[in-house]
């Protein structure tokens, strides 16, 4: 009995990548329109991904006025950009009016003011005017994000009122699930769902009567952070946003925020290795000079460590084993204290560290050092003992790696803490600290405790 074949979507895309790479080379004009004309715009973003520079530029050229703007939505800001310039500015003011406003605004928002300006101009003026209101707040706050597209309805009215207006009204959200409730000055002062609102209320019940509470609310200068912190504590489907009097003005729904979320975690990730930002898709240069940033502070970090190296060097010349074992601490420590900054800002950006619980968390991690020291340095004095036959030696590197690893978890918890509290990101700053420290601190311990347990 034969058995289907199962495809999985990314061999299945790489199959269509080959496919337009092999239509581009053979100018198959109309293979290339036939395959974009089905695919999501996601997927055609994913293809345009792996092509490189004049491979795209040819397929814009061959997809012409059929090109579907939304693809610009999920490409990369630097494969974007260069795209942008090659349309003609009537033509993506045209695409602008027809985008979703919040995909409008990530465009627009990444272009120089005078070509963001230009673009305003030609977009359809019922569409420019919500454009301008997001573009007029903060990138990362809750004002750039939300979406003017909601409906709320005053507390007084009744169950039949909101029906007959529901099936009048001309401009009712698409998605529509959720109706708002405001009171006199338009402060939201309830939610209620289409659902219920369409089949499990009476006719002349009142708004105010059949309303559920709205668990929270958030001001238009809300950072993003906080918008993500909040729909997680809530478990949050949607959230409105008021402006600096109490007034309903957007709405933020978590298929709005979810991108977000995903550069938050893809962010965090990068920062602890010390990149700014991704950089996948960036030139030659750019790409350099995001990343020099740490690597230059890692060589001053080196640096340090050196000189600290060369005050001991004597004792190296004494006993030269020292020298093939000296990395061992500093390494297995470093990554001891990577795995607590990782864990210690994961719990910061979530709000699970405060000022009730530092100690404890601080405890928690001496006795996990003290603990994962005593059997890694058990461990790794059995394998030199075997190679040496050095009890001594074994003794130093025993005791040399749960001092540091001892130390690597308290820096790992203290570091981010204090970064923290100067309002410098542990994300970015502390990975760097962390090595730095548990380097010098791992060779001091290392040679300290050599000195006086070999005599020399």
Same mark, same amino acid.
């Given at each position: 009995m034969s058995h289907p074949i199962r495809v999985t979507l990314q061999e299945l895309l790489h199959q269509r990548i080959v496919q337009v790479i092999l239509a581009l080379e053979k100018n198959s004009t109309s293979d290339i329109k036939n395959t974009f004309s089905? @695919? +999501?715009?996601?997927e055609s973003a994913m293809i345009i991904h792996f092509l490189n520079i004049s491979q795209r530029? &040819?397929? @814009? =050229? !061959? /997809?012409?006025?059929?090109?579907?703007f939304e693809i610009l939505t999920y490409l990369d800001e630097n494969i974007r950009d260069s795209l942008l310039s090659q349309f003609a500015e009537q033509n993506l003011g045209e695409a602008l009016s027809e985008l979703d406003p919040e995909d409008a605004v990530e465009i627009l928002a990444e272009l120089q003011p005078a070509q963001r300006y230009t673009l305003l101009r030609l977009v359809k003026p019922e569409v420019r005017v919500f454009l301008e209101g997001n573009l007029a707040y903060p990138e990362e706050s809750a004002g750039r994000l939300m979406s003017y597209d909601f409906v709320a309805l005053p507390k007084n009215w009744t169950v039949g009122h909101v029906r007959l207006f529901l099936s009048q009204a001309q401009h009712v959200p698409k998605d529509l699930s959720t109706l708002f409730i405001v009171d006199e000055d338009v402060t939201p002062v309830g939610k209620i769902y289409l659902s219920e609102l369409l089949y499990s209320c009476n006719k002349?019940? &009142? /708004? +105010?009567?059949?309303?559920?509470? !709205?668990?929270?609310?958030?001001?238009?200068?809300? =950072? !993003?952070?906080d918008l993500v912190f909040i729909f997680k504590q809530y478990s949050l489907s949607n959230v409105p946003v008021l402006d600096h009097i109490g007034k309903m003005v957007g709405m933020i729904s978590v298929e709005n925020l979810i991108d977000n979320i995903y550069e938050e975690a893809e962010e965090s990730l990068l920062h602890l290795v010390g990149v700014e930002e991704s950089d996948f898709h960036s030139g030659l240069y750019e790409t350099s000079k995001l990343r020099l940033q740490w690597l230059m502070f890692t060589v001053v970090t080196s640096c340090v460590t050196s000189l600290i190296l060369q005050n001991f060097e004597v004792i190296i010349a004494k006993k030269a084993l020292l020298a093939a074992l000296m990395p061992i601490v500093p390494a297995i420590s470093g990554n001891a204290g990577i795995q607590v900054v990782t864990v210690t800002v994961c719990a910061l950006s979530r709000n699970e560290i405060g000022p009730l619980n530092r100690l404890r968390v601080i405890q928690k991690e001496c006795l996990v050092g003290l603990l994962n020291g005593y059997i890694i340095g058990s461990f790794v004095a059995a394998v030199v003992f075997f190679w040496t036959y050095e009890v001594k030696i074994c003794l130093v590197l025993f005791i040399s790696l749960l001092l540091n690893m001892l130390w690597a978890c308290i820096a790992g918890v203290a570091v981010p803490l204090i970064l923290e509290y100067f309002e410098i990101d542990p994300a970015t700053s502390a990975g760097p600290f962390l090595t730095m420290s548990t380097d010098v601190m791992g060779y001091i311990i290392f040679f300290v405790s050599a000195i006086y347990l070999l005599n020399l």
């Open positions: 089905y @695919l +999501h715009a996601s530029s &040819k397929l @814009l =050229e !061959i /997809l012409g006025k059929e090109f579907d002349q019940d &009142k /708004l +105010h009567d059949v309303m559920d509470d !709205i668990p929270q609310t958030v001001r238009v200068d809300t =950072e !993003i952070s």
